[in-house]
Nanobody, 123 residues
Framework: QVQLVESGGGLMQAGGSLRLSCAAS????????VGWFRQAPGKEREFVAA????????YYADSVKGRFTISADNAKSTVYLQMNSLRPEDTAVYYC????????????????WGQGTQVTVSS
C-alpha cells in the first residue's frame, strides 16, 4: 500500500501562484511514477502532469505546459506541483496518484490516490 497526502491548495487570484505537495508513505518503492490530476465541478477528472521517481522524466497536459512544473524530492518521498499564472479555469480539486509503471495519462492506470486538495482561482 502507498499512502498519499496532498496539501497546499487554497484560494488565489488569477495570475498568482500556488505550490501543491504530495507526500508519499508506505510501500513507495512499488510506485514508479506520480501524477497530478484535477476535477472541476461537473467535469471528468483530467490529467495534469506526471513525474518518474527515477530519472525525473516529466510530462504535462497541454493546458498547463509552460505554467505548471512538477518536481520530486526522493529523500522526502514528496512530489510538488508549482502552479504559476493561475487562471480561473484551473479551479478544481487536485489529486495526486501513484502508478507502478511509466507513463499513462489515464486515471485508471494509477493504483493509489490521495484525498485531494481544493484550488480556487478567482478572476
Amino acid at each position: 500500500q502507498v499512502q498519499l497526502v496532498e496539501s497546499g491548495g487554497g484560494l488565489m487570484q488569477a495570475g498568482g501562484s500556488l505550490r501543491l505537495s504530495c507526500a508519499a508513505s508506505g510501500r513507495t518503492f512499488s510506485s514508479v511514477a506520480v501524477g497530478w490530476f484535477r476535477q472541476a465541478p461537473g467535469k471528468e477528472r483530467e490529467f495534469v502532469a506526471a513525474i518518474r521517481w527515477s530519472g525525473g522524466g516529466t510530462y504535462y497536459a497541454d493546458s498547463v505546459k509552460g505554467r505548471f512544473t512538477i518536481s520530486a524530492d526522493n529523500a522526502k518521498s514528496t512530489v510538488y506541483l508549482q502552479m504559476n499564472s493561475l487562471r480561473p479555469e484551473d479551479t478544481a480539486v487536485y489529486y495526486c496518484a501513484a502508478a507502478s509503471r511509466w507513463f499513462d495519462v489515464r486515471s485508471a492506470a494509477y493504483d493509489y490516490w490521495g484525498q485531494g486538495t481544493q484550488v480556487t482561482v478567482s478572476s
